[in-house]
């Protein structure tokens, strides 16, 4: 969507102010995955589930900031705490208590955690682990699902834009370099290997034993398909690392929202370290790493010798930490149970209106995220997740029928759910979702 003809006019505000920020930032935007239907809509305020544009459309909002709310927006209890912090200041070069108060609650959750560290995006957890990784190890080695979607790091985003017009073997990632730039040494550096598939990736990881400091694996990856990983492969890639000197990093960024201490509590694996990120901020810019304290520890300022040295001006903001704290303790597991079965329930939903539209599409997905493939039978892998240009069209028109009909989309015709909607908007979005697929027959 990003190529969307810009002369293409929506809604007379929005299109006038999207004339005025393309002068300003490069494409009118900051960020390339901005909703633009065909230009941008801007957001004039929200309240649950709610989205209201600045024409004064309202939408259910499935996108939450790309899986980045729990509770919707503006939940009263975080607009509360937030509001208290504001009045008593934003950011200081002293610690907080708030700071203290949030690591404590999130190292609860999860028996792996440790220590934990926070930073302001999910990239930057990313970018740490590997660091802390390589720290750890000595090694500068890591390796990466093909496909993987982990944030802008240039090592974490390799092979992400891996196309049939570029793919070889999946192990080579020189072939797809993301950013026209990136450094040769970033690519040499990068091991990828294919997803669910550990006979393949073992022999692929055996080959680089002595140099990899860290595998890095997301346990839902988005853009492998929403599918998740099998227990087997998790099992294998546990294994491996311990067996060979390496870390095992989970990226949880966005998957943390389907356990009460991540997408991990499904699984018999404790890995070294675990990133995260979106819905831990309560809608405010975040970032953490938590996992076993001797590898957290590359980053103690206390050691005679720091081998990561880490800091953020903005890192653990007081008001990031009493949103999140708000955030995550209204998550506690009876509401995660409830939403996992949310999910469960929209996905249900999304294959009886496939079934009486009678076409050859299909829904993945777990917990409370879900994404509709215009394919027949769910994908397996990345490279079977990959839209033709065909289904891509075909995708494009069914998130446009349902961002017209009243529900904002991820633009891979994806969504999660936050815990403020209710079966009502789940059952028209069933009623929408079929003439939509109804509409998209030859
Ligand atoms: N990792 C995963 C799995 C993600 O989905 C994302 C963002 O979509 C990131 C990392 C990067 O997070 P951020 O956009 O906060 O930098």
Redesign the pocket.
């Known amino acids: 969507d990003e190529n969307s003809n810009p002369t293409e006019t929506g809604t007379d505000r929005s299109a006038k102010l999207y004339q005025k920020a393309l002068k300003l930032m490069p494409g009118g935007c900051s960020r390339n995955t901005v909703l633009r239907k065909p230009n941008p809509l801007y957001a004039e305020s929200a309240a649950g589930c709610f989205v209201t544009d600045i024409e004064g459309t309202q939408r259910v909002d499935f996108a939450n900031n790309?899986a980045a709310l729990i509770h919707g927006h503006a939940h009263p209890e975080i607009v509360t705490q937030v509001s208290e912090q504001l009045q008593k200041g934003s950011a200081f070069t002293l610690a907080t208590e708030a700071e203290v108060d949030y690591a404590e609650h999130l190292c609860s959750r999860n028996s792996g955690f440790d220590k934990i560290r926070f930073v302001n995006?999910?990239?930057?957890a990313?970018m740490s682990c590997l660091k802390a990784s390589r720290a750890y190890t000595g090694r500068a080695k890591i390796a990466k699902v093909e496909g993987a979607?982990?944030?802008?790091y240039d090592y974490a985003e390799v092979s992400q834009t891996a196309s049939p017009a570029t793919w070889g073997e999946v192990s080579s990632p020189n072939s797809v370099p993301v950013a026209f730039g990136t450094p040769q040494a970033a690519l040499d550096d990068v091991v990828v290997i294919p997803f669910n598939d550990a006979p393949r990736a073992i022999a692929i990881l055996d080959k680089h034993k002595q140099e990899l400091a860290c595998v890095l694996v997301?346990l839902l990856p988005?853009r492998v398909g929403l599918i998740p990983a099998s227990t087997e492969f998790v099992v294998a890639l546990r294994e491996w690392s311990e067996n060979n000197g390496a870390l095992l990093v989970f990226?949880e960024?966005?998957t943390f929202r389907n356990g009460y201490g991540g997408a991990q509590d499904n699984y018999p694996v404790t890995p070294d370290l675990t990133?995260m990120?979106?819905m831990i901020g309560g809608g405010f810019p975040v970032?953490a790493l938590a996992g076993k304290s001797e590898v957290m520890d590359v980053m103690n300022p206390l050691n005679d010798k720091v081998l990561f040295p880490h800091s953020g001006t903005f890192s653990a903001n007081p008001v990031t930490m009493v949103a999140g704290l708000s955030a995550m303790r209204l998550f506690d597991t009876e509401a995660v149970a409830k939403l996992n079965a949310q999910g469960d329930k929209l996905r249900a939903i999304i294959t009886d209106a496939i079934t009486q539209a009678d076409v050859p599409v299909c829904v993945t997905g777990a917990g409370s995220m879900f994404r509709i493939h215009m394919k027949a039978t769910p994908p397996t892998n990345y490279r079977d997740a990959f839209a033709s240009p065909q289904e891509a069209k075909l995708m494009t028109a069914l998130v446009d029928h349902l961002f017209d009909n009243g529900f904002m989309m991820i633009n891979t015709c994806s969504g999660t759910l936050s815990t403020v909607m209710t079966d009502k908007e789940l059952t028209h979005f069933a009623e929408v979702l079929v003439a939509g697929l109804n509409k998209l027959k030859p």
């Open positions: 790309m995006s999910g990239t930057e990313v979607y982990h944030g802008l997301d988005h990226d960024v966005i990133a990120g979106k970032g």
